[in-house]
C-alpha cells in the first residue's frame, strides 16, 4: 500500500479508538518495565498532538526519575532538541504542535540516552511512517542509541513500501506486546 492510503486509515482508526486512556496507561507501564527506560538518563520525546498517542504520562514519569527530557523544535525544515521541565514554555507552531522556545537549552540529539520516535504506521521489523516530512528518518542517521517508539496496536500493520532512507526502530511498546523489530 502507498504511504498516503496508510496514514489515511490509521488516521480513521486513531479517530474512532475506544478505551484510549487505558490503552495509553497500558502502553506506558511496559514502557517504564525496559532495561532501555530504566537504563536512560536522558530522553528524546514529542509532545504528542491531534490522535497521536498520549506522552503526557511518559514526560511525567522521566521527570519523576530524574531523567532528563528533550523535545523536537523544526527550525528552517530541520529539527533540533531543547531541553523540556514543568517551567518551560511553550510555542505553538503552525501545525499546532507545542514547541520550545528559542531560548531553550539545545541538546543535541546524538547525546541523549534513548529516543522515542513518534509515527503513524509501523510493521513488525521497525520501519515506520510518520506524517511524511521525513524529519526522523534524517535524524535518526546521526543517533546510535536506542530508539523506540509508543503505538496502539491498531498502529501495527501488516505491509507498507519502505524507501532508501527509511530507517526503523529498534522496539515498538503497543498495549498489547513489546516488540523486538530485530
Ligand atoms: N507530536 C509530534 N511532534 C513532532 C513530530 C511528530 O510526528 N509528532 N514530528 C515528526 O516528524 C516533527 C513534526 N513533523 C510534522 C510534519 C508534518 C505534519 C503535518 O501536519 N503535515 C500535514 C501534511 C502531511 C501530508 O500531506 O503529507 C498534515 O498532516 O496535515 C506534522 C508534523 C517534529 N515534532
Ligand atoms: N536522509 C534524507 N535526506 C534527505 N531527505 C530525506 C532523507 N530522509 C527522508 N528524506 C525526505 O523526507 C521525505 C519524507 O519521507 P517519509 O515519507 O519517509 O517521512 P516520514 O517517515 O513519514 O516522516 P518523519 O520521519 O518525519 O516521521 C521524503 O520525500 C524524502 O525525500
Redesign the pocket.
Known sequence: MNK?AV?RGIGVQLNQLENRQERERRIAERLFLLPEWMNATSIAV?????N?CS?DRIIQQAWADGKRVV????INQE?RFFEHSSSSRLIENS???R?PELSAFEIPLPSIDLCIV???AYMRNGYRL???????DRALIDFSGPTLSIAFAVQVVERFEVESFDRPVDTIVTEDEVIQCH
Do not use: A, H, Q
Not at 46 to 50: A, G, I
Open positions: 498516503k496514514r514529542t509532545l504528542s498532538f491531534r497521536e506522552t523535545i523536537p523544535k523544526v529539527m501545525m499546532g504542535i514547541e513518534p509515527g503513524r510518520g506524517w511524511g516530512g521525513g524529519f526522523y
